[in-house]
């Protein structure tokens, strides 16, 4: 009996500094993808960073525009001088909440979807957004996955009338983040 | 007197080069299309297909040590973004580890711990400069260049970095 009280209290207090725990991850990936008739075009950025607390869901991204890499030199020197005007915006920020973490057990391995919604502010303009997500519990690591779209006029992001064949409305967002235990 | 001895000779030079090229519009247009083609290859191969910069022999615009670097931006981080982003950055200092992600590597400097865990300057290193056989030799400090994106509240951020020798 003594034995089973203690394997509860040990299994709880397990459980609650799993919970407790912030994962962390510095090198997120987001993608943004435009893809037109007459143009198709990749961002990528491979060091966002990202905290993702399991206790209350806050997730929170911090993204440098500049670290966007791009297949063409033009097209990384106009997403910088002409559309995020990352000398002026430097950051893309998310701020937001995962919900429906109280099912989930993270101490087992699966992959659960959910929803995340929150602030997102590019361009120094802040707008809500909502998708759904998914989360993998995977050897004591978190992986997350999900894919939005946002419109670059929502962000005050004005496209000139000479490329606006080029860029399209709205552009695919992915984002990926592999998160481990915050020590 | 010169002038006269032309005039003498073609009284009309404006009318007969005009007529000169009625009498050959061909002429005419193989140059149009030829100088179209010639702007339309320059723009293809200089302007929309211009290569990257190659950072592994591109000159650094400043040298700083890692400490210092790091320190700038957190004491007045709107000063150093306008120093340093966007610029080929060499620092020098002695670095806490190395991480792998994926096909990256990053050579990492950590200064002080806040909401991200370790915090400093993260350096991605170009695919070029990676090296999978390195092991950091403990209190050796390394010099490293490459271009600086900004500081994300937790960590200045580099990419394309390689080593100084």
Redesign the interface.
């Known amino acids: 009996m003594k034995i089973r009280i203690i394997a509860l209290i040990v299994m709880s207090m397990a459980i609650q500094s799993l919970m407790a725990q912030k994962y962390v991850t510095k090198t997120g990936r987001i993608r943004f993808y435009s893809d037109t008739p007459m143009e198709k075009i990749e961002g990528v950025n491979q060091q966002v960073n990202s905290a993702f607390d399991l206790a209350t869901g806050q997730m929170v991204f911090k993204v440098l525009m500049k670290s966007f890499g791009f297949e063409k030199a033009l097209m990384q020197e106009h997403f910088n001088e002409n559309y995020a005007e990352s000398d002026k915006f430097p950051n893309a920020i998310f701020k937001g909440t995962v919900a429906g973490l109280q099912s989930i057990d993270f101490l087992k391995d699966g992959k659960h979807n959910v929803e995340v919604g929150g602030d997102l502010t590019i361009h120094g303009v802040t707008q809500k957004v909502k998708t759904t997500a998914t989360l993998e519990s995977r050897g004591g690591k978190i992986i997350g996955h999900a894919v939005f779209n946002v419109n670059p006029k929502d962000y005050g992001i004005n496209i000139p009338t000479a490329v606006v064949k080029q860029i399209a409305e709205t552009i695919e967002v992915t984002v990926d983040a592999t998160y481990d235990k915050m020590n | 007197m010169h002038c006269k001895t032309d005039l003498a000779r073609d009284p009309f030079p404006i009318y007969q080069t005009t007529y000169k090229m009625k009498k050959n519009p061909l002429r005419v247009i193989v140059a149009i299309v030829i100088i179209a083609l010639a702007s339309g290859i320059y723009v293809w191969k200089y302007?929309?297909?211009?290569?990257?910069?190659d950072y592994l022999t591109i000159p650094a615009d400043v040298s700083v040590d890692a400490n210092t670097l790091f320190n700038a931006f957190v004491a007045d981080q709107a000063l150093a973004?306008s120093t340093y982003?966007?610029k080929v950055v060499e620092i020098t200092g002695v670095p806490s580890g190395i991480?792998q992600?994926?096909s990256?590597q990053?050579v990492v400097f950590v200064f002080r711990q806040g909401?991200?865990?370790d915090e400093g300057i993260?350096c991605?290193l170009h695919p070029r400069a990676v090296k999978h056989d390195f092991h950091l030799t403990p209190d050796k400090p390394v010099t490293l260049k490459g271009y600086l994106?900004?500081?994300?509240?937790?960590?200045v951020?580099f990419?394309k970095c390689s080593f100084v020798e």
Do not use: C, Q, V
Not at chain 2, 149 to 155: A, K, L, Q, V
């Open positions: 302007l929309y297909n211009k290569p990257h910069p973004e982003n966007g991480e992600s994926d990256l990053f909401d991200f865990g993260r991605a994106t900004g500081f994300n509240g937790s960590d951020i990419e």
